[in-house]
């Protein structure tokens, strides 16, 4: 069965440097997504993409954080200056978006450690 | 301000009784309710999906209804079995089908 996949699993970095979380979505999907979730709180939704743009950002996804599908089959997300509070696991979804309300399938996500 | 509340941390039930797990949101309409499970350090797995028009859906031992005039959805899981223990998250529909997903319960199966 296709899966998402995310790397690196586990990434530990010093704050105010640049982190690059990588994501490979299912093949034939269209809309893609970012969350995070800060160790014992929410999910968090912070981006989704679509036609090679951004459909939606939420509140937390300031100019530090940019995303990007370089070529047809990666999608990432960028943390410019990290900050201790970055601290979280990223998961990264993706959907066939086909209609409103189709199921997102999750990766398994990157640990991301702010030092 | 949307609030979504599932009803409780934690929920510890014996092998084979029926699991309930409840999502309440408040100020918001949503299309459509997901059910996910989290293990932890893991991603959350899809389990079910129920639209505004639908009252129950069901999927081999779970059970999800969705009352959008109590605001209210309930996930059943019967003859629950220790493998079931994990973390249920609820998630509602946003724009552009972003979802905003409850704290969720988790839930221990005893032997």
């Known amino acids: 069965e296709p899966e998402v996949t995310q790397t690196p699993s586990h990434q530990v970095t010093q704050m105010g440097q640049e982190v690059i979380l990588r994501c490979v979505p299912i093949s034939n999907h269209l809309y893609f997504y970012w969350y995070r979730q800060i160790l014992g709180q929410k999910v968090e939704f912070l981006v989704s993409f679509y036609n090679n743009e951004i459909s939606e950002k939420s509140e937390i996804f300031d100019d530090q954080f940019s995303v990007e599908r370089p070529d047809g089959s990666n999608f990432t997300l960028k943390i410019r200056s990290t900050k201790l509070e970055d601290s979280a696991m990223y998961f990264c979804?993706?959907?066939?978006?086909?209609?409103?309300?189709?199921?997102?399938?999750f990766g398994p996500g990157t640990r991301l450690t702010v030092l | 301000s949307q609030k979504i509340e599932q009803n409780s941390e934690a929920l510890n039930i014996q092998e084979g009784k029926t699991a309930t797990l409840t999502c309440n949101y408040t100020n918001y309409s949503p299309a459509y309710l997901q059910w996910y499970r989290q293990d932890p350090g893991r991603g959350p797995v899809f389990l079910l999906l129920?639209?505004?028009?639908?009252k129950e859906k069901r999927k081999e031992r779970l059970k999800v209804t969705f009352d959008t005039t109590l605001k209210q959805s309930l996930f059943h899981i019967t003859a629950s079995q220790p493998a079931d223990s994990a973390t249920y998250l609820c998630a509602l529909s946003g724009g552009y089908n972003k979802l905003i997903f409850g704290a969720g319960t988790r839930l221990a199966v005893h032997p």
């Open positions: 129920i639209r505004e028009n639908e």
């Open positions: 979804a993706s959907g066939p978006g086909l209609a409103v309300g189709d199921t997102q399938y």
